[in-house]
């Protein structure tokens, strides 16, 4: 298995074509654009932890029948840094850094790297960001890097932190139905105010501009003051609905005195994270419109929570679906040294990843007697009254053992039905990918023997009259090396499969992308 997570994979910057197999939709033309890490040892060092590996940029290009395959390492300062050094010289979330190892003076002088090394890694391996035209690779740092989404070249580094007082920002924005970005961030600056701020870029920027910028008209929409100033949350990703800003503050933090002094001990920044199974998770809605924060005090029990499925509004409610755990072991899990060879026997998890659901009433009788239950909607979520005035919410399970959920993205912040994710069982290793009806909970399955499916992303058809008019694409890494991977494309709405296009190259374990509709990209002959 060191070979799927710890592995440099080698980079294929010129397309490949793939051996098509079945029948892709004529209608499907457009890039998908996937982002993960693909490299973990540089020299003679290696990353602790699979998250922290150099940012690898892959693409399937579909034309005409034909899929192209390519490949690049995000050319960020970070990564030019350490091939220079042909060390890790930059730190990432899991492994501390030191630059200059040799305290000689000497040494320092004669130092054979011509970059500056970069202070905080500009290495985005999460996401693919859109504003207007352009794409960004983007992590959880306030960098974030422009690419070419057809060459996947690297171009300028934008740093959020220049246009408001962000030190993190979310790799997973979300997008409103005129083409905005909207995105949070925590600022730990000023220490007595942490703060999450929530903030929109927009498309385009007025003609007249010379130099166009769409972040210079960056507008902060509202700010939501960290409950513990020396212990904001972690979080990953949030949700929308048509009014509302949803953010779910849970009590796994970063802790900023061990954060302030991290370097100086010797440890990462993700030593810094703490989970306290005895605080209370809060829930934050901000209005859209007026910007103001829903003053109701929700809450639940401790959870961790990285990646939100959906939300929206339904008759005085906010109903929003997560993927739950009740520990921090899957941050834990993805240590390079965990990830060895017969880590699916030795390493279970020790809380599954859920799918819950939360309905919190936001229009309820203000006279409701205490201890009774607000949610008049059917669903065997609750949201009690407590004495003190705040609601005490607890979940519906809609599904156990599902990850890196997607929706149709039409459907964002509106009533969905349908996610499609990866499954797995007791290890971190996706086996299947997953349709959930969310209504139903019945569920349909791909699975095929040493195939480890990546996130999957809903392509819609685009005459589509239902949710599930699309298809469902998803890479495929092969554990058996007699078997090549390839990009799965089935039938959302059965589950099917259409056909693959398969790729005789090694394939890396990637963590999300999107699709590029042919009329979005400035698509070039091959
Ligand atoms: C094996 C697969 C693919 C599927 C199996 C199915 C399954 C269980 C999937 C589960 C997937 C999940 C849950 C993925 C989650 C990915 C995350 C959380 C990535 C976070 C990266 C966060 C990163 C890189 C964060 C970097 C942050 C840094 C360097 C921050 C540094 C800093 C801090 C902390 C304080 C201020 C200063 C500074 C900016 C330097
Ligand atoms: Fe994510």
């Known amino acids: 298995m060191e070979i799927i997570f710890g592995r440099n994979k080698e980079e294929h910057p010129e397309p490949i074509k793939a051996k098509v197999q079945g029948q892709l939709p004529t209608w499907l033309q457009g890039i998908l654009l996937r982002n993960g890490p693909g490299m973990h040892t540089i020299g003679d060092t290696k990353y602790n932890h699979w998250f922290d590996g150099m940012a690898l940029l892959h693409s399937f290009t579909f034309k005409n029948g034909e899929v192209y395959y390519r490949s690049k390492y995000l050319r960020s300062d970070t990564y030019n840094s350490n091939i220079e050094a042909n060390r890790i010289v930059v730190s990432e979330f899991g492994t501390m850094a030191y630059p200059d190892p040799c305290k000689n003076i000497f040494a320092k002088a004669f130092s054979y790297l011509s970059h500056t090394i970069p202070e905080f890694t500009d290495n985005c391996l999460i996401n693919i960001m859109k504003t207007g035209d352009d794409f960004y690779a983007t992590g959880e740092t306030n960098f974030i890097r422009k690419i070419n989404p057809q060459t996947l070249e690297t171009l300028e580094k934008v740093d959020y932190s220049k246009y408001t007082v962000v030190n993190l920002a979310t790799s997973h924005p979300h997008y409103d139905s005129a083409g905005n970005v909207l995105n949070m961030g925590t600022s730990i600056v000023d220490k007595g105010k942490t703060k999450y701020v929530i903030f929109k870029i927009p498309p385009s920027v007025p003609e007249r501009e010379k130099k166009k910028s769409c972040f210079k008209h960056l507008e902060v929409l509202c700010s939501i003051h960290s409950r513990s100033l020396l212990h904001p949350s972690y979080y990953h990703s949030f949700g929308i609905t048509e009014n509302y800003i949803v953010f779910v503050e849970q009590p796994f933090k970063l802790d900023m005195v061990k954060l302030a002094t991290a370097y100086m001990r010797g440890v990462s920044w993700a030593s810094c994270l703490t989970y306290n199974k005895e605080e209370k998770t809060w829930f934050h809605f901000v209005d859209r419109r007026t910007k103001k924060e829903v003053s109701t005090k929700f809450y639940t029990d401790a959870l961790v929570l990285f990646h939100h499925v959906n939300a929206y509004e339904e008759d005085g409610h906010i109903v929003f679906d997560v993927i739950a755990y009740t520990d921090n072991s899957l941050y834990d899990m993805f240590y390079l040294k965990n990830l060895t060879k017969d880590f699916e026997e030795n390493t279970k998890l020790t809380s599954m990843p859920t799918c819950k659901r939360f309905v919190v009433p936001l229009q309820y009788d203000k006279d409701a007697e205490v201890g009774s239950n607000l949610v008049k909607l059917p669903s065997t979520a609750t949201a009690v009254k407590e004495k003190d005035g705040s609601i005490y919410c607890q979940p519906e399970t809609l ?12 459907y964002n912040g509106k009533k969905h039905k349908y996610v499609y994710a990866t499954e797995v069982k007791w290890s971190p290793v996706p086996t299947k990918i997953s349709k959930l009806n969310v209504q139903t909970k019945e569920m349909l399955h791909w699975e095929e023997d040493h195939c480890w499916p990546s996130e999957p992303v809903f392509v819609p058809n685009p005459d589509a009259k ?13 554990s058996d090396p007699k078997k090549a991977p390839f990009l799965l494309v089935l039938d959302a709405k059965t589950f099917k499969e259409l056909g693959r ?5 090694e394939l890396h374990l990637d963590l999300h992308g999107m699709f590029i509709p042919e009329k979005d990209s400035k698509m070039e002959t091959e």
Do not use: M, S
Not at 466 to 478: K, N, P, R
């Open 399 to 410: 599904c156990e053992g599902i990850e890196l959920p997607r929706i149709n993205y039409d």
């Open 466 to 478: 239902e949710e599930d008019d699309g298809v469902v694409l998803t890479c495929i890494v092969v």
């Open 501 to 505: 296009a398969i790729i005789d190259v």
